[in-house]
């Protein structure tokens, strides 16, 4: 304890000592931001002043221009109480024409047409989209315009003898039950935890780029090592640290919000009136912690990857980025606490503290989020502690030297690099071409060209021996009628474990569906179908993912881990978002035949019949898109899933360079 | 020529070496072509999966007593998104229903107490505007009964014999008659300019600190020093390299932008995606390669300038940093398309460019205030080279005196007169 | 097996009947074994190359009041050596056990039982000097009562009073070497490591050094020396061991290895041992 203070006590007095960062990097911003905000503000009031106080230049054309004139002048005379923005007009004379909106002070041309075939005249209010006072007095005048159609009708009701004003039938009246304090809440609430995280990070970034990253930088860490502290004294000293100075740095830069709003330079939200109970702030407090705890380490760990300060630089923009990610799920709305989003870090925190806000927390979800995200502080901690090991440190330098020797050695620092060019073509592909490709030219495009295309690429570039990088080795003949079982009852257990799954918690039946279906292209043949959505991805997405990927980071990863990544990106490829996890799902279970076997061949097989399975009886009309399984499907299902592994476990030869994995499925 | 040889040498020898420095390749190029496409996927899905939520909600609702409108719960029970719910509970309890959140709406009636009209009781509805989907709820029950009104009226309207098209008076429509080449234009217009000035800024950031402070922290700053090129000519190539990466990486951004914003804008805006033209216009690009050239020469001298004092990497950092909020100045103003390069405007340096480049998209614009923008920038381009040029000439910035500050430079300027310049 | 050698304080290190030549280092003294070495081995997997034994089980031990000698190119294996008896590094195989605490398990009790100096163990450039002390006193566990007195106690030794309220990155080179030297002994171990110390030093900082260490042999503690530098070797270390390619080749006292090897200066004897090992 004496300890941990000490090395706390010595992190602060060198982090304060720095007075270049402190003045550059907690001064400067803080004095500049919120003027740059204030001027912004600024500039913007007096756009905002400028279109309002602008005399609009209004033009007629059309059959009828003496009417729609009559019309648009009275709209000028509405009450400006009644439709919110004033509205000043000047007419111009002349010919008119589209092309001469938003210049040249005219900003709306009014059409009018005498009476359709059914005896209605019309008014059309054309306007520019492209400039500001051109679609702001589009949308003032059709208001307006509005206010005097409904004033005519009404005179031509009353006229006809209708006893009420005709918006006093069917009257609505809306009571909001909410109290003040629980709306202004719920919009605080969206807000809240992007902006304390992103504070914290930018805090915790003070100590964190110079702490480990810094330390080994500066050959201090190896100092400290050879001392008698523990390396966990040393991650639990620098991670309080981290999270010392991101809370005192968030509770700065609110104080600092604070004078501007004070001196009236910025202005805070009237909406914005949060009543909270003093039992409302104890637990937005508590669940703030395992999230400060959560940023500190994970900090902590960019900066123990990081070798040197500017390489934890490098890292921190993307990290900042994702940790600001689940942060505004409250933002969206309709996601709920009492969903699978419970079990997402952060965002599950940003959802509870939201409930509080609006004073409708809960209590059982709100405590699951907390052990959750304590949860991954925990295990972003024990990574952190991990990046000490003075092996890993050591490791950094093989990398060095793999790019040295180039080859083989060098392809598995390269091998993600080259998986994130392809997600980004494949991306691109998909967004721009997609549509028009059709489902035989993507799959072509994506399979032929992208994985068999890149595979071959990585192939050539890095020298790989073709037979050992794509593991195209002999198998166990037993290995054949375990995929054979294996890999239709996979493709049942996943839809049974999705299902399951939503049981506990909802998933959005989108996620159910993608499951179980393929989307079904229509006119093709089932030869072609087969061949193009089966037998084809089979083999050259076996290639690229089970093979060069699998082989790129085996050494890399524990079994479980390689598996569960190899799976993870081959999900990502699959674009849409409720494809992921199912592609996932596929993508884990065919990396672990594969490091089971040691051969890719199984693989190609399992993954080409698990699509035919998933295709083929809807396609050739076997059974209804919509047909559910039988009950004894399921436990079926596990039981052939369950034997397949085991006999892979046992017969399969096994990855090499892999350890092999404990349990199977 | 001489000079121009050692310059190429020395700029082709950064070049290269700042193409094997990781966080050079890493922020000036792979970040422009990864992170957008990413960032914009990750909205994209996120939006996606949103609308599917909120639009998916059931909304419950609770109708105590249909007596006085029996139309509106024909017409509730008869939409697949509205659920209504049993009424037998205690009224009482359906306000505290409501507010724990197991309600989304309670709908009750008031007789009408003129009773001008037969049958036309007040609709009540409770909600809880905290909460999205009670929101959601409640804009659901007003549509069904604005639907109910107008058909009501319609049917008063033939009782008493009046003209149903004649009560509509006139038909109103708003059409915008911007082309989707000018919508697409416009959104680049809001885009291009500030991303290209932060792109430009943080292209040039690590290089500018990596060729001064950080040769100076790995030692090979003298050895360069000791060489037998001229000082100027370091100077300059470095200078060069800066500038070089900050254009490269403005550029590579504004690709990406363009690209991302047609793969993502595209979708969203579904049968127009084919027209919505994301093209930069022909005429806007030479504006577009000056301004950032002009941006790079501008904040490679200026970074160059305050890095040159740094020892170490970390320090170089913290003195670019003020450069690099100048990135931020095209923020201050607004995002009004309206905005333009103006007299006044023109004066302000980054700003002006940026605008000046925003008027080009947008197909218009004075040439002489954007040539006056360019001038103003160049002039300060010319006067940071000379403040560098007088920097390097003095030894103790060569040697890294001053601790590293440039403030500490400028108090020991006024108190000594300069050193002779060396040869 | 450790504890049946730490009882026979005679027994001479074991050796491999491969290594023969190498003369067996009887220290003909009662004073208590602080460091065993036994089957040290240290090896890295590299891609493309497979399994590197940087250090390949090497055995030796060092006794209170004698300064022991590690003698070896560069990458022959001295710095995996110290930094697996300093728990920086877990051995491959093999045990390093410091005043009894096996380096593996008790990780802990031997680092505070030594102080680590080498080349690449900097200092906080933005603590004091007087501050630094502190700090490594405090984090090597002394009891706190004592911190100051043995901080001040130092200060006087090292002659740092007088810029021990400066900034470390405002120190000339000699003085930090000073601080960094002061800062290895703040928790008083009995044995410390120096790494190649006098890297980069000018010679009169060199030579302020091998003082210091001399110092240290006199009041009893026990000093692993790892050089390259052979007039260092020759001019401190009781025992000397010559390691190459992560192997001991040979071990004794300076007039032993001139007995087995009828040379007399040490770089000459190295370079025998060296060259016998390439052949």
Redesign the interface.
Do not use: H
């Given at each position: 304890m004496n300890t941990l203070g000490t090395l706390v006590r010595y992190e602060l007095l060198q982090l304060v000592r720095d007075t270049r960062t402190i003045l550059l990097a907690v001064v400067l911003p803080a004095v500049l931001l919120p003027g740059i905000l204030v001027i912004g503000n600024l500039t913007t009031e007096a756009d905002e002043e400028r279109v309002r106080d602008t005399s609009i230049g209004v033009a007629f054309l059309g059959s009828d221009s003496g009417w729609a004139r009559s019309l648009v002048e009275r709209a000028g005379t509405v009450p400006d109480s009644l439709v919110g923005d004033p509205l000043s007009m000047t007419f111009h004379e002349g010919p008119a024409a589209d092309s001469l909106i938003g210049a040249d002070g005219l900003q709306l041309l009014v059409r009018a047409e005498g009476p359709d075939d059914r005896g209605l005249p019309s008014l059309e209010v054309r306007y520019r989209a492209s400039s500001d006072l051109s679609r702001s007095a589009a949308d003032r005048l059709s208001a307006r315009l509005e206010r005097v159609r409904v004033a005519l009708r009404d005179s031509l009701y009353a006229a006809g003898g209708l006893p009420v004003d005709p918006a006093a039938v069917l009257p609505v009246r809306t009571t909001n039950v909410a109290a003040a304090g629980r709306e202004a809440g719920a919009l605080l609430g969206t807000f809240l935890l992007p902006l304390l995280v992103a504070m914290m990070l930018t805090g915790g970034s003070l100590v964190a780029a110079d702490t480990l990253s810094g330390e080994k930088e500066r050959g201090t860490l190896e100092t400290l090592l050879t001392t008698a502290v523990s390396r966990n004294e040393v991650v639990a000293a620098k991670g309080l640290a981290i999270a010392l100075v991101a809370l005192v740095m968030t509770v700065l830069n609110v104080a600092n919000l604070g004078v501007w709003v004070g001196f009236g330079l910025m202005e805070i939200p009237a909406a914005l009136d949060v009543s909270l109970t003093p039992g409302g702030l104890g637990a937005l407090f508590l669940l703030l912690l395992p999230v400060v705890a959560l940023l500190s380490a994970v900090l902590l760990l960019v900066s123990g990857w990081a070798k040197t300060y500017r390489e934890y630089q490098l890292w921190f923009a993307p990290v900042f980025l994702l940790m600001l990610l689940p942060s505004a799920a409250a933002a969206l709305p309709g996601l709920e606490l009492r969903s699978a989003v419970v079990l997402l870090p952060v965002a599950n925190v940003a959802l509870a503290m939201r409930d509080v806000l609006a004073g409708r927390g809960d209590l059982l979800f709100g405590a699951l989020a907390f052990v959750v995200t304590s949860g991954a502080a925990v295990w972003a901690s024990s990574a952190a502690r991990s990046t000490l090991s003075t092996e890993r440190m050591l490791a950094d330098s093989a990398a060095d030297r793999a790019e040295f020797l180039g080859g083989p050695a060098l392809f598995p620092y390269r091998v993600l690099r080259w998986f994130g060019l392809m997600w980004v073509v494949l991306l691109g592909l998909s967004l721009a071409f997609g549509e028009r490709l059709g489902i035989r030219g993507q799959v072509l495009v994506n399979l032929l060209g992208l994985f068999l295309g890149a595979s071959v690429l990585m192939l050539r570039r890095y020298r790989l021996p073709v037979r050992e990088a794509l593991a195209l080795r002999p198998v166990h003949p037993l290995v054949w009628p375990a995929v054979l079982v294996g890999a239709p009852s996979g493709f049942v257990v996943g839809i049974g474990l999705a299902e399951i799954t939503g049981v506990f918690l909802p998933v959005p039946p989108q996620v159910l569906e993608a499951f179980g279906q393929f989307l079904l292209p229509e006119g093709m043949g089932l030869v072609q179908l087969v061949l193009l959505l089966a037998v084809l991805p089979g083999i050259t997405e076996e290639i690229a993912f089970r093979g060069l990927l699998l082989h790129g980071l085996r050494r890399r990863l524990k079994p479980w881990a390689l598996c569960l990544v190899v799976g993870g990106i081959f999900g990502l490829f699959h674009v849409s978002l409720f494809r992921i996890l199912p592609t996932a799902y596929l993508g884990t279970m065919l990396a672990l035949v594969t490091i089971l076997t040691g051969s890719l061949f199984p693989a190609m097989l399992w993954h080409a019949l698990n699509n035919a399975v998933a295709l083929l009886p809807v396609a050739a009309g076997w059974v209804a898109p919509d047909m559910a399984l039988p009950p004894w499907a399921w436990p079926l299902a596990a039981l052939g899933l369950a034997a397949s592994f085991w006999t892979l476990r046992r017969v399969g030869a096994g990855y090499p360079g892999v350890t092999r994995p404990e349990g199977g499925g | 020529m001489a000079f121009l040889r050692d310059l190429r040498v020395l700029y082709l020898r950064e070049l290269r070496s700042a193409l094997r420095e990781?966080?050079i390749v890493?922020?000036g190029i792979l970040?422009p072509?990864?992170?957008y496409?990413?960032?914009l996927?990750?909205m994209f899905?996120?939006m996606?999966?949103?609308e599917?939520?909120?639009e998916?909600?059931v909304s419950r609702v609770v109708v105590p007593d249909a007596g006085p409108?029996p139309a509106l719960v024909t017409a509730l029970e008869s939409r697949s998104d509205v659920r209504l719910d049993d009424a037998d509970v205690a009224p009482d309890s359906l306000?505290a229903r409501?507010?724990?959140?197991d309600l989304d709406a309670v709908v009750r009636f008031?007789s009408d107490a003129?009773g001008?009209?037969a049958d036309?009781?007040?609709?009540?509805?409770?909600?809880?505007?905290?909460?999205?989907?009670s929101r959601r709820a409640?804009e659901r029950i007003?549509a069904v009964?604005d639907s109910?009104?107008a058909r009501?009226?319609m049917a008063?309207?033939t009782g008493?014999?009046?003209d149903t098209?004649?009560?509509?008076?006139?038909?109103?429509?708003?059409?915008?008659?911007?082309t989707n080449r000018?919508?697409g234009?416009?959104i680049l217009a809001l885009m291009v300019p500030l991303f290209l000035t932060l792109m430009v800024a943080l292209g040039c950031f690590?290089p500018a600190v990596d060729t001064t402070a950080g040769e100076r922290e790995r030692s090979t700053w003298e050895t360069l020093w000791t060489t037998g090129v001229s000082r100027g000519s370091v100077v300059l190539a470095k200078y060069l390299l800066v500038a070089t990466m900050g254009v490269v990486a403005g550029m590579l951004n504004v690709l990406a932008i363009s690209?991302a914003l047609?793969?993502?804008i595209?979708?969203l805006a579904g049968d127009r995606a084919a027209d919505l033209a994301l093209g930069l216009p022909l005429q806007a690009v030479p504006v577009m390669l000056a301004v950032s050239v002009l941006l790079a020469l501008l904040f490679a001298a200026l970074m160059m300038v305050l890095a040159a004092f740094a020892r170490t990497?970390?320090?170089g950092?913290?003195?670019v940093?003020?450069a690099y909020?100048l990135a931020?100045a095209p923020?201050?103003?607004?995002g009004?398309?309206?905005?333009g390069l103006t007299p006044a405007l023109s004066l302000v340096p980054v700003a002006n460019v940026t605008l000046g480049l925003k008027d080009a998209i947008?197909g218009r614009g004075d040439t002489g205030l954007l040539l006056t923008a360019f001038a103003v920038n160049a002039a300060l381009v010319v006067v940071c080279l000379a403040l560098a040029r007088s920097l390097v000439v003095r030894e103790e910035v060569v040697t890294g005196a001053f601790e590293?500050?440039f403030w500490s430079w400028l108090r020991s300027r006024r108190r000594t007169s300069p050193s002779t310049p060396n040869p | 097996m450790p504890p049946a050698l730490a009882a026979h304080p005679m027994t001479p290190s074991p050796m491999d009947p491969s290594r023969a030549s190498a003369p067996a280092a009887p220290l003909e003294s009662d004073a208590p074994l602080t460091v065993e070495v036994r089957g040290l081995t240290k090896s890295f997997l590299e891609e493309g190359r497979g399994e590197v034994r940087a250090v390949d089980g090497i055995d030796f031990t060092c006794r209170a009041g004698e300064v022991f000698g590690l003698l070896g190119a560069n990458g022959a294996g001295k710095t995996t050596t110290l930094r697996m008896l300093s728990t920086v590094l877990r051995p491959t195989a093999g045990t390093a056990r410091v005043l009894g605490h096996d380096a593996e398990t008790d990780g802990e009790a031997v680092r505070r039982s030594l102080g680590f100096h080498s080349a690449s163990t900097a200092l906080y450039p933005r603590l004091t000097a007087g501050e630094t002390l502190d700090f490594f006193a405090r984090v090597n566990r002394l009891d706190p009562s004592k911190v100051k007195p043995r901080v001040d106690a130092l200060i006087e030794r090292f002659g740092i009073g007088e810029y021990a309220d400066a900034r470390v990155e405002k120190l000339s080179s000699g003085m930090k070497q000073k601080v960094a030297i002061a800062r290895t002994l703040a928790h008083d171990p009995p044995v410390l490591i120096f790494d190649e110390p006098t890297v980069g030093l000018d010679v009169l900082n060199a030579i302020a050094l091998l003082e210091v260490v001399e110092e240290l042999r006199a009041e009893g503690r026990t000093v692993i020396y790892s050089s390259h530098i052979m007039s260092e070797a020759e001019r401190l270390c009781d025992r000397i061991a010559v390691l190459h390619r992560g192997r001991i080749l040979a071990m004794g006292t300076l007039d032993e290895l001139r007995d087995a090897t009828g040379l007399h200066y040490l770089q000459d004897i190295f370079v025998h041992y060296v060259k016998a090992a390439e052949a």
């Open positions: - | 990781r966080s890493v922020n970040i072509i990864f992170l496409p990413f960032l996927w990750a899905t996120a996606t999966f949103v599917g939520q909120a998916g909600f409108l306000d409501l507010a724990r959140g008031e003129g001008l009209l036309n009781p007040t609709v009540r509805i409770a909600y809880d505007r905290a909460e999205s989907r409640a007003e009964v109910l009104r009501r009226l008063e309207a008493l014999g009046l098209v004649g009560l509509r008076v006139f038909a109103l429509d708003t059409e915008n008659v911007a000018e919508a234009r416009l690590i690209v047609g793969c993502i595209a979708p990497f970390k320090e950092q913290a003195m940093t003020p909020y931020l923020l201050l103003l607004s009004s398309p309206d905005r947008l590293g500050s | -």
